[in-house]
């Protein structure tokens, strides 16, 4: 069994004590407790027992303590996955960017993550996600820019040229033409939209009609013929065939009450 590390010489239980009531980290004044238990004579046994933890780890606070102070206490910050870029490949990469892209080389006029990241795969081999180049150029200090793309071996002249001309020129008939286009478009999808979704009422059945055929077939039950129309004067009896107002003959028939 190996022998247990002891504990610098500069400090004390009394002084673990007084930096444990004095720190905000909770961690911290477990840690120093459990060691100012060892400066007072207890074993290791005893100090694992107060801090909750095994000897191991009382072990590892002891080295930590004896090379950092009770500073090593403290919980630090996780350094995390390292970066795939390093300083010589950033500055490679900000002179990329500040050059801008060799059209008959690179095949683009303008730079974009995608291919940015084809570009470090092509100068040094790394293959490097989008989202995360995305977060080293952020980080460099460049930003995502929407501008127009502009070719290559364009004519600055030419073009404030032409935009002072198109300035002092009447629109054509052709834009004419193509704005009412676009205003009757708009109006039509507006059409559209309210159609779909303002709310559909089925029309009720005329209440007439309701009214004639309950009125059929009650006077159907009841043996007698129905008139086709509100207005009638009386009712005739009906036959023993069910085609009787068909074989009445017209001094059967019932008359047209006048309606002043």
């Not at 801090?51 to 002891?62: A, E, F, M, N």
């Not at 910050?77 to 690179?106: F, H, M, V, W």
């Not at 303008?110 to 291919?115: A, E, F, S, T």
Request: glycine fraction near 6%.
């Amino acid at each position: 069994m190996g022998s247990a590390i002891c504990l610098r010489s500069d400090f004390d239980g009394d002084g673990l004590r007084l930096l444990a009531r004095q720190t905000k980290d909770a961690r911290q004044a477990r840690r120093l407790l459990a060691l100012a238990s060892i400066y007072d004579g207890s074993s290791r046994a005893d100090a694992a027992r107060l801090g909750s933890v095994t000897l191991q780890i009382v072990r590892d606070w002891v080295v930590r303590f004896n090379a950092q102070g009770p500073d090593g206490l403290i919980n630090g910050k996780a350094p995390g996955k390292p970066s795939l870029l390093n300083d010589d490949q950033r500055a490679a990469l900000a002179q990329a960017i500040e050059c801008g892209p060799t059209p008959y080389l690179n095949g683009v006029v303008r730079w974009r993550l995608c291919d940015l990241a084809q570009w470090l795969w092509e100068e040094f081999r790394i293959s490097v996600s989008q989202q995360t180049l995305g977060r080293e150029v952020r980080s460099m200090g460049y930003r995502k820019l929407s501008a127009r793309p502009r070719h290559h071996a364009q004519d600055a002249d030419a073009v404030e040229a032409g935009r002072s001309a198109s300035r002092f020129s009447a629109p054509s008939r052709s834009a004419t033409a193509s704005s009412s286009v676009a205003r009757a478009c708009r109006s039509r999808v507006t059409t559209q939209h309210q159609q779909r979704h303002s709310p559909t009422y089925s029309s009720p059945a005329p209440l007439q009609w309701h009214f004639r055929s309950s009125f059929s077939s009650l006077c159907r039950k009841s043996r007698y013929v129905a008139a086709p129309r509100v207005g009638w004067s009386e009712q005739v009896p009906a036959t023993e065939s069910d085609d009787a107002p068909d074989q009445l003959s017209k001094s059967q028939r019932p008359t047209l009450a006048k309606n002043e």
